[in-house]
């Protein structure tokens, strides 16, 4: 079994950081892709931020140039760097690790969700 355990969240005032973590059971090289979603209460899951198993990341409009992921390979981690958070930035923040299949969908894994409050 694969588990992702993450920790980090909590509650900040408008301005302010937080970094999350996401914690994998195995090497995360066995992974494509790593990335973090993140659902707002009546809100649909949406994708936040991706790294790729060559480094190359992606991230949300509303988010870019705020938030970084990054990993640490040695520690099977995948982090997520707030910044300058806003009210919106309210939600609960899931990781997921995506392994790709050449014959069938992509597998996911996800973790158990850190909440992220953001007061203004």
């Known amino acids: 079994q694969v588990r992702l355990v993450e920790s980090g969240g909590g509650w900040v005032q408008a301005g302010g950081s937080l970094r999350l973590s996401c914690a994998a059971s195995?090497?995360?090289?066995?992974?494509?892709?790593m990335g973090w979603y993140r659902q707002a209460p009546g809100k649909q899951r949406v994708l936040v931020a991706v790294?790729?198993?060559?480094?190359?990341?992606n991230y949300a409009d509303s988010v870019k140039d705020r938030f970084t992921i990054s990993r640490d390979n040695a520690k099977n981690t995948v982090y997520l760097q707030l910044n300058r958070l806003k009210s919106e930035d309210t939600a609960v923040y899931y990781c997921n690790f995506r392994s790709d299949s050449d014959y069938g969908p992509p597998y996911d894994y996800w973790g158990q969700g850190t909440q992220v409050t953001v007061s203004s």
């Open positions: 790294i790729r198993r060559s480094g190359s990341t």
């Open positions: 195995r090497s995360i090289f066995s992974f494509n892709a």
